[in-house]
């Protein structure tokens, strides 16, 4: 098998897989049902939908923030495929292909572990109330790029708009656009560089990798591009120890903490990080972001309590 043959096998395993939660929620719904669901046209839930910012640079990650809201008088029911029913469109109204991919994985489970078990059926949500919020990155799901393998999930510069598919819902519109400066141009063809050649000799071991984004993060500290490459970088160092040593781990988790605690990456840090042999301004600025980052993420118990954890340790 060639290169191109293992490109096509890999591109077709990622897609299906992407798939299967999409047929394990159309079997759910087949087999549990609830009294008092009616049909979605008769449902008061609205999908709710917020953005960070409405501008982004052509592969800089969109993260979209989720959830459903009872807007009527009675109590409805919800069924889990509710909870990420949504679309994207250009602005000439076309659809975009749905790309799921298992690259720069990100927070994508607001509910209950229980929640994915085949016996969960439908939910009840009181008038007024909301379901918890969800974050994910758009582009692990659309895009429409070129044929090449790494930014297949990027989106040409343009309007687009997220709306649901089934329920009523806001529209959330955001633009894309080059990248301008300099730097941010340098830092987008890195990532690029990566992705079209990521079974390249280049590329061929973790450790290479880890080299490549180490570099990028010294070029380009503040770039809105480096969140991306720190987060394959923490992303390495947490599946193969070996890769890096124990300062440069620290460096890299402490480096997302205290510049970019709202990306939505920055939770990978958070397993990371060592909060012993820290210097008092050290710890200031650590303390700091992880507050930022811990506002961001109250639907993910498990995370919420590592970043308790860790300021409760350095407030000692």
Known sequence: MNQSDTHRVLRWFYRAMAVVPALLSISCAATNTSQGVGPLSGRQLRERFRTDKKEYLVAEPIFVTQWLENTGSQTEYYHRKDLWDFALFDEHGTRMEFRGTIFEPELIRPYPKSDYAPIVGFKPLNPGESTPKGTINLLNYYGNGGAKHGLDFYLRPGSYYIVATRLLSDTAKIDVVEPTTPEDKAAMQLLVDEADNFFGPQFGTPQLRFEYFSDFVDKYPNSVY?????????????????????????????????????????YRALFALDPANMNPQERSGIMQGLRILRSKLEPYEDLRKRADELIGKLEK
């Open 226 to 266: 480096t969140p991306c490459a720190l987060s394959r970088i923490l992303f390495m160092t947490d599946v193969d120890t070996t890769v890096s040593d124990y300062a440069k781990n620290q460096y890299y988790a402490r480096y997302m903490i205290t510049h970019f605690p709202q990306s939505g990456f920055a």
